[in-house]
């Protein structure tokens, strides 16, 4: 059950004076359901393989496929309807939209998709707000919330449309590490309740214990695979 | 839809100083243009209003070859008998006639055996004058029993530039001295029955008599109408009833010319002109609020960069975020006007209260300014698409930014 397949992707950078080779012939697969982590220090590329699985981004060599399709074949606006319908995103920076209470701030990707009935959508909101413990907290706006409440509403926010997949790179970066835990261990629940892939990046070893699949980068070079058995 | 406007909204108020700013300067161009444009356009409508109801008339009727000789006010430029005969008939059946005014003008001399002045003379029928410039009557300094009887056999109006020049008084007695289009002089004694007002242009400055008179003195076996004055029903069809009673009466071998008021008065270019500054006071209007939204919806743009790539990311189409900011523009743009619109015509009804009276060429003018609702709705609708084609090019910016080159922004 292959999710996301790479298929020796390089990510090569022409932005500055020298071209920067940040991913080499990476070939992974991952499948459905899984609960996946990249770790690696900084610059070791695992923003920008993100990005590829997020379809922000092209690769420069290689196939990625999402579902069995190539994103490189996507354009501006069909790679955008894929992001709405297929994946979810977390950010490091939370990134929650200022002028958006909480309800309304996990509401909004669901106004991306079709075909969503009002009490449907309300329904879902309060389920996800509910399971993040935040739904006491969902006609406040983002600056009267700390860190750690916007990364879990941002969680509901990347759930909301039952995607298939959701990418979150270094979602633990700003909190502190208990925060970070929390976090982590709610993503870790919602896998398991909804079944989403969930793929996360971090440079932090200490809260990779929670990944089932952990890659290892090291300078756009995938170099150690390990799997946890799932309990 | 409904939530992007939302959203729209709630990011104008998100820079409160700003947006305060930027709508009070668009608002400020609003009322410019309403309060200018209140003034200017009911000084012109009470101008021309003057001169078409008190002198002129809406439209006016001649041989062919007398307006461009009317300083001369020649006699033997006439609407001969038939002619007159078709043409009052044209009058009686067009559907934007209200009546008409047939006239005899001409030069005269005007003595009080002391002195001797140049006059220029209507000779009317005072009850088909009186329907055809019903505010003629307001000029005359007397009170008036019966309006349609303003002038009699035996009587004079005359302009109250000449009582100042002559030292005339009412009841006096004058006599007036004409030459008729064969060459032969003759006098008429007449009475001053009262004095009348002068109004812009040389038809302002006419007395009148009764056309009886006028035959005597001409020496006329029927008056020799040389003028036919129109008035419509509604002055607005302007245009159309010059076009259609153009086409219906001119016709090479007819002789006839029409034209109307605008031909015939000097105002009509100070009224252009009037047009133009409410023209140019638009064209500010709209630079205001061209480089202010511009100015604006930019700022938003650079500042929003990472929220663009948040929501670029999680899926919104580029033409949702063109719409969005868009939206933004416009609303802008509507919040402005309304509070323009809203001060602006506050400030007209404010001036209305106490109306401002001012002399303009020797007339009368109380200023009582209000602005059709077409110009509003029009000043209105330039605001909102100039908004939105301002907002164009940020607009266009934040749909075509990568989502990871905006979300990279910090
Ligand atoms: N937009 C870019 N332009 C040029 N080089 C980039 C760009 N983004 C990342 N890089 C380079 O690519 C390499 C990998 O970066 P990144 O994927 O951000 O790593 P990580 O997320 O692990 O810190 C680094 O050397 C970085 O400098
Ligand atoms: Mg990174």
Known sequence: ?231 | MRHLVKIAVRNLFRYKRRTLLTSSLIAFGVILVIVFGGLAISFKTQMVGILTNTALGDLQIHSKGYVESIDNLPLNLTLPGNTLAKVEQSLHQSPYVAAYSPRIKFGAMISNYAQTSNIRLSAVYPEMENKTCPGLVNRIKKDLPNPHQFIRPGEILAPDNLMKGLGLKVGDEIVLIATNKDGSVNGLTLHISAFIESVLGPAGKDGYIHIDDAKTLLRMNEPEIVEIAVHLKNFDQLNTAFNELKKEMVAPESNIEVHSWEQLSPFASIARIVDLLILVVKVILISIVLVSILNIMTMSVYERISEIGTIAAIGTRPRRILMLFLMEGFAMGLLSTTVGVVIGLGLLWLMNLAPIDFTFGMMQVSLAPSIPAREVILITTIVMLVSIFASLQPAYKASKMEPVDALGHV
């Open chain 1, 1 to 231: 059950m292959t999710l996301i397949r790479l298929e020796h992707v390089t990510k090569v950078y022409h932005t500055g004076e020298v071209p920067v080779t940040a991913l080499r012939g990476i070939t992974l697969e991952i499948g459905k359901q899984a609960f996946v982590s990249f770790i690696g220090p900084s610059g070791s590329g695992k923003t920008t393989l993100l990005n590829l699985m997020g379809v922000l981004d092209k690769p420069t060599e290689g196939n990625l496929l999402i579902n069995g399709v190539n994103i490189s074949s996507l354009g501006r606006a069909e790679a955008a309807t894929f992001r709405a319908n297929t994946l979810g995103f977390v950010f490091q920076n939370f990134n929650l939209i200022p002028v958006l209470t909480v309800y309304e701030n996990v509401e909004y990707p669901l106004l991306l998709v079709k075909h969503v009935p009002a009490e449907e959508r309300r329904r879902r909101i309060l389920t996800l707000l509910e399971k993040v413990g935040m739904v006491d907290q969902k006609d406040k706006y983002p600056n009267r919330i700390s860190g750690g409440q916007k990364q879990r509403v941002a969680v509901a926010r990347a759930l909301v449309t039952n995607p298939q997949v959701v990418l979150a790179d270094e979602p633990t970066a700003n909190l502190d590490h208990a925060t970070a835990f929390k976090v982590i261990g709610i993503m870790h629940e919602m896998q398991k309740e909804f079944g989403t892939t969930f793929i996360f990046s971090t440079h932090d070893a200490k809260i990779v214990g929670e990944a089932e699949i952990l890659y290892t980068l090291e300078d756009g070079v995938l170099v150690n695979q390990e799997t946890k058995n799932r309990n």
